[in-house]
């Protein structure tokens, strides 16, 4: 007899307890909404795409794709993939509401350092139970692609907004600016983030200045007079940014490599240099700015 009571207790702790950090992350869902964007990160393109799908989807009421989405970027390890599916499964979006997955998935992100989910639910050791969309591996192909489009401008503008105010207003200056240069401002905006991350007194090593790290040639070939005033630094770096997307046809790889080496070593190797910075710099654009390819004209 106690120990069938003990059993009841333990059952009726656990159902509380699973109660509890479902009402914490509805809540969560509800002080977040559904409007808020991704982060705009550096993981690979295709892991931010399918978060940026996912949004997209349940901006346009479509919660069973959104949840695809976000199951395929939670089964190749992404965090906030984890934390989303979970948040579905606690108000069954998409899914059929289990809070039992949705507080298992919450507890994984709250453990690998998500904020939110750290705030919105508890970890449940004992509440492991996994979608079976993560233990089989199987997801839609579609949700696999990578269309090859410039990151969202939804995504660019939380990231923005969420700066400290003074890199905010320079940010700010660097997209009005880069439109009349005729640069996508989200490639700029991924060039001044990996070359000083929006610090306007940035200096490095090889005396490179200012928001767009301009040297001392470079300042001077674009007329730049001073390279620490904000608005002259990014005229003449958007100038170079320009000159090169040009010369190598609007392949942004290309550009983004002679930007941090040169075009002479570029054009020495034929490609992107060997160099282990200059592999990482392109990386990191291209990461941030998930197309290969600069648009030649910019739509309106």
Known sequence: ?????????R???????????????????????VGEAPEWSDEPPALARLLENGFRAELNRQPGQAAASYCAAARDGSVEGQYRLGRMYLNGQGVARDV???????????QRGHEKAQTE?????????????????????VMLADN???????????????LPADKRRN??????????????PRL???????ESNFDAGARSPKNAMGLMQLIPD?????????ALDPEQNVRGGLAYLRWLLQQFKGDVALAAAAYNAGEGNVARYKGVPPFAETQEYVRRVLAFYRSPRHPEVLRG
């Open 1 to 9: 007899m106690s120990q069938l009571l003990s059993s009841c207790l």
């Open 11 to 33: 059952r009726l702790s656990l159902a509380a307890t699973l109660a509890l950090a479902a009402a914490g992350s509805q809540a969560g869902m509800r002080d977040a909404g």
């Open 100 to 110: 039992q997955i949705g507080a298992t998935l919450m507890s994984i992100a709250a």
């Open 121 to 141: 639910a508890t970890p449940l050791a004992s509440a492991e139970k996994l979608p079976d969309c993560l233990i089989t591996g199987k997801a839609p192909e």
């Open 148 to 162: 090859g489009e410039p990151v969202p401008h939804e995504v660019v503008e939380r990231f923005v907004k969420a």
């Open 171 to 184: 940010a700010q200056l660097v997209q009005k600016l880069a439109v009349r240069f005729n640069v996508d």
């Open 188 to 194: 700029a905006l991924a060039i001044v983030r990996t």
């Open 218 to 226: 470079t300042a001077e070939r674009f007329g730049v007079r001073d």
